[in-house]
């Protein structure tokens, strides 16, 4: 009987507590919100620097990209799209398909890499159309406001483009964007294919923009919230419209690793959210830019010939073309 008195003493004294239910609530808003205030301190350190070895991984990775692009001239299957019949039911239902790629995101010394793919399908459109918007790159500010606020052609051959893009997201930090400079070369494998490859030559930080002490961080120094982007972009013209998608690897900093299954998760999203918006805003500069030429179009002709043109585009609002 002592035995078990004692038993019972010692288990009563190592007890958990027991919370209310408000109390657990409170407990656990007061941690998360004392987690968010590290994390927000973290990616906001001024104190980021891409190491070399870091660097190094990056370059590796992006090179085994491009041997694994160069395969589609040799009979590879072009289309993500295609690797499910499940993706392109749903990509013909009008969704925009996202997914991570492999391990996201991925850790390499002193710094992350995060892969993601996406997928729109875009009836009715032509393949040169599309091509003509995503090389409209002045446009840029207009097609991908607000996160694009400064956009400029800076060359372009037939299949070379060099341009630049001012971009900021306030929600991440505020008065704070990037300037960068892209090099984006198209290649052609038939008339109905086309993929193109784009990386920065040049990515530099802005801090307090806007303000009277804007200025500009030196290279590879600051937040290291994206120190270098790299993507894929492919183009096909079938079943009555254009499929386009978009591959978007980028290199960050790496976050402590207490904090690492909070980050993840918030990473994921926002990565997630950001190639839904990219190509959802892709296909709404495809649709406006078309409606505007068919409008001017329109204009220019004969009265008989509008009227046939107004029977087009009432048949294609019936079909689920046109909004």
Known sequence: MVTEMRLNTRQQTFAPPVFSKPERKRFLGAFL?????????????????????TLQAWDAYVKAQNVRVAAYSNGITFLWSDQSPDRLRRLHNGETVVAPIGENPRRVPQGLIHHWI??????????????????DYGRYKDFYAPNVIESTLLRQTDTEDTFSL????????????LDTDFQDTYTRIDENRWYSISYTTRVREIENLDLADEHEAPANTGRGLIWRLY????????????????????????VPGA???????????????????????????????????????KNDEPPAKSALSNNVSAARVQNGLMP
């Open 118 to 135: 996406g997928a729109v399908f875009l009836h009715g459109a032509r393949l040169d159309n599309v091509l003509s918007v995503v090389r």
């Open 33 to 53: 919100a004392a987690a968010l205030l590290i994390l927000a301190a973290s990616l906001t350190s001024k104190g980021a620097e891409l190491r070399p070895e």
């Open 231 to 254: 993507s894929i972009s492919r183009f096909e013209q079938r079943d009555g419209g254009v499929y386009v998608e978009l591959e978007a690897v980028v290199l960050s900093r790496d």
């Open 259 to 297: 904090l690492r299954w909070l980050v993840d998760p918030i990473v994921r999203r926002t990565s997630k959210s950001s190639m839904v918006i990219s190509l959802q805003k892709t296909e709404g500069a495809v649709l406006a830019t078309t409606l505007a030429a068919k409008s001017n179009q």
């Open 166 to 177: 001012r971009m900021l997201n306030k929600a991440v930090v505020a008065k704070f964007a």
